[in-house]
């Protein structure tokens, strides 16, 4: 895949596709950096996803102000 190159602007993927939990080796999990004990005063607990891709978008935005999103369910 082919990173998108938007210094000026902001940009997104949205991956669709299989999903599997896996146990990454140690040189994978040394690619995250280290760890934090807690996140939200709860023990953090990282699950690491393998996904398999079946369709994948870039979305690229070089105008505009600056957005900030917030998660919501």
Request: aromatic fraction near 6%.
């Amino acid at each position: 895949m082919v990173r998108p190159s938007a210094p000026a602007g902001r940009w997104s993927v949205q991956v669709v596709g299989e999903c599997a939990a896996i146990e990454p080796t140690a040189g994978e999990r040394d690619l995250f950096g280290p760890a934090p004990s807690r996140v939200d005063g709860e023990p953090y607990e990282p699950v690491h996803l393998c996904v398999t891709p079946r369709s994948v978008t870039v979305h690229i935005t070089d105008t505009g102000p600056p957005r900030q999103f917030e998660h919501t369910m």
